[in-house]
Nanobody, 114 residues
Framework: QVQLVESGGGLVQAGGSLRLSCAASGLSVNFNDMAWYRQAPGKQREWVAMTYTVGTTNYDDSVKGRFTISRDNAKNAVYLQMNSLKPEDTAVYYC????????WGQGTQVTVSS
């Protein structure tokens, strides 16, 4: 059974930084494209960042240049470094595979105040 546990969220001022972590079990981060998604109140969940098994990354335009996705295969974990945070980044953040499957975790809340 796959379990994904997100952590590292919190309350920060605009312009601040956070680093999110995703600990995976029952799934190999090494052999899957992995992604971060987010969902703001009243909105649909949206894709944010992707790390591919071939070593490349990709980002939604709204976070490009501010967020960095990375993986640690030895720890079977995925990370999201978020810099220059804006109030519009406020959301619950989730990790999943690049083609998301039905094993969403609880997510971690990120709140950016102005």
């Amino acid at each position: 059974q796959v379990q994904l546990v997100e952590s590292g969220g919190g309350l920060v001022q605009a312009g601040g930084s956070l680093r999110l972590s995703c600990a995976a079990s029952g799934l190999s981060v090494n052999f899957n494209d992995m992604a971060w998604y987010r969902q703001a109140p009243g909105k649909q969940r949206e894709w944010v960042a992707m790390t591919y098994t071939v070593g490349t990354t990709n980002y939604d335009d709204s976070v490009k240049g501010r967020f960095t996705i990375s993986r640690d295969n030895a720890k079977n974990a995925v990370y999201l470094q978020m810099n220059s945070l804006k109030p519009e980044d406020t959301a619950v953040y989730y990790c999943n595979t690049g083609r998301p499957r039905d094993f969403w975790g609880q997510g971690t809340q990120v709140t950016v105040s102005s």
